[in-house]
């Protein structure tokens, strides 16, 4: 008996669509650029957006998600200059490009929403005084994040010693340096963002985020003692 092997996934965003993007910025007649985006880059940035919307639950918009996704693809649209030849995968560059616009635009609507629950849900079952030492923590752990980030980029070796494990810390940084607000990406989604970076096994990157995290702790400690990170 034999057994069918599971058919793969057609990737939607390919080398192809690499070539068209490539030659998209290398055009100069617009017509013909049009045909090129049409024919080979719309159909990926679509798919690319759709799936990253749904993949980290990008959904404070007021607006429906086919004008949401028409929005970012016109942002990767006005990035694609920005894309050179050589520059790393085309796939990388512009989900994390559509990423950070999402994140961004998704955070503010967050706030907005929060504000406005504010007003409009006031009432006595409100722990006005836990709500605000949550605040407080958030606002903590934010400054905290600033000065780890500058520490871990000064400081990688006191982490990590191996060449490709501070390939993955560098990656980890990237992405927690724009990451807008760490709430969106759950473990899952920042396993996705460095092998999307870093071409590497999983069980590197959890190696270096086990290191990381024992890193965290001691430095949160001495940010709590003294309102900074002194081993800087």
């Not at 669509?17 to 080979?40: L, S």
């Not at 999402?102 to 006031?122: A, Q």
Request: hydrophobic fraction near 35%.
């Amino acid at each position: 008996m034999t057994v069918k092997k599971k058919s793969k996934k057609k990737n939607y965003f390919t080398l192809e669509a690499q070539d068209a993007i490539i030659a998209y910025n290398k055009e100069e007649d617009p017509i013909v650029k049009n045909k090129i985006y049409n024919t080979g880059i719309k159909y990926p940035f679509e798919k690319m957006v759709e799936n990253i919307i749904h993949t980290f639950k990008f959904y404070y918009f007021d607006y429906p998600f086919k004008e949401v996704q028409h929005e970012v693809v016109s942002f990767l649209i006005e990035k694609m200059p920005k894309y050179t030849e050589g520059k790393g995968k085309a796939f990388s560059y512009f989900s994390i490009v559509a990423k950070n616009y999402l994140i961004h635009h998704n955070n503010n609507n967050y706030k907005m929403l929060k504000v406005r629950d504010s007003i409009t849900k006031i009432d006595t079952s409100r722990n006005i005084s836990g709500e605000v030492q949550r605040e407080r923590h958030l606002e903590d752990t934010y400054l905290f994040m600033e000065e780890f980030i500058k520490y871990c980029e000064k400081n990688p070796k006191s982490i990590v010693t191996k060449e490709r494990d501070l390939n993955i810390l560098y990656a980890l940084m990237e992405i927690f340096k724009r990451r807008g607000d760490l709430e969106n990406f759950n473990k899952k989604a920042i396993y996705i963002l460095v092998r999307e970076m870093v071409d590497v096994k999983t069980q590197y990157i959890t190696k270096v985020i086990n290191s990381l995290k024992q890193k965290y702790l001691v430095l949160y400690k001495e940010f709590l003692q003294y309102g900074t990170i002194k081993s800087r």
